[in-house]
T-cell receptor
Framework: SQTIHQWPATLVQPVGSPLSLECTVE??????LYWYRQAAGRGLQLLFY??????ISSEVPQNLSASRPQDRQFILSSKKLLLSDSGFYLC????????????FGSGTRLTVV | QKEVEQNSGPLSVPEGAIASLNCTYS??????FFWYRQYSGKSPELIMS????GDKEDGRFTAQLNKASQYVSLLIRDSQPSDSATYLC????????????FGKGTKLSVKP
């Protein structure tokens, strides 16, 4: 069966510090991968998605970036965090070719102080 | 503008009652529709998917889709306190392989 791992679960970082969140998927090949952010009182916002190694599409311009160095690994990064980057970050995967819905990881709660 | 609209609630129902959650969307070509349940502090969990007009039942859950009205709903029969959560409606945009756009969710509270 497929599983998705996301870490760390919680993170407190000072403003201006770098960020690296990692997500890996097991039990499937060539998944579509996604990074979402859910800010307090707001909906899920799609940040990045990837349909293959090295292929990244950005939905919202911001100080975050994403990379996909391996088929089942997706990384979210920032060089300098802002207060507004605080939120609940969720990685998700889906099968390619047809959207049967996304499966989410357990999420990372990021607080920028 | 891609939009998925939901009443934010909270929707409060007594235990054993039917909870009705509604969602409208703006893209007429959307083909896939999903309901997610999100407990406080947890990640969303897929509970229902529906792709064609009509009703789809799974246990106590029934999803209803009306593409002409651009409307999708979720009924929860015999509501239990454990159903208390935020329910997110999600819709694909851009065809069958399109990305999911989520509504902001409806918070459901089931009172014992």
């Amino acid at each position: 069966s497929q599983t998705i791992h996301q870490w760390p679960a919680t993170l407190v970082q000072p403003v201006g510090s770098p960020l690296s969140l990692e997500c890996t998927v097991e039990g499937t090949s060539n998944p579509n991968l996604y990074w979402y952010r859910q800010a307090a009182g707001r909906g899920l916002q799609l940040l990045f998605y990837s349909v293959g190694i090295g292929q990244i599409s950005s939905e919202v311009p911001q100080n975050l970036s994403a990379s996909r160095p391996q088929d089942r690994q997706f990384i979210l990064s920032s060089k300098k965090l802002l207060l507004s980057d605080s939120g609940f970050y969720l990685c998700a995967w889906s099968v390619m070719r047809f959207n049967y819905g996304y499966t989410f990881g357990s999420g990372t709660r990021l607080t920028v102080v | 503008q891609k939009e998925v609209e939901q009443n934010s609630g909270p929707l409060s129902v007594p235990e054993g009652a039917i909870a009705s959650l509604n969602c409208t969307y703006s893209d007429r070509v959307s083909q896939s529709f999903f309901w997610y349940r999100q407990y406080s502090g947890k990640s969303p969990e897929l509970i229902m998917s529906i792709y064609s007009n009509g009703d789809k039942e799974d246990g106590r859950f029934t999803a209803q889709l009306n593409k002409a009205s651009q409307y999708v709903s979720l009924l929860i029969r015999d509501s239990q306190p454990s159903d208390s959560a935020t329910y997110l409606c999600a819709v694909t945009y851009g065809g069958s392989q399109g990305n999911l756009i989520f509504g902001k969710g409806t918070k459901l509270s089931v009172k014992p």
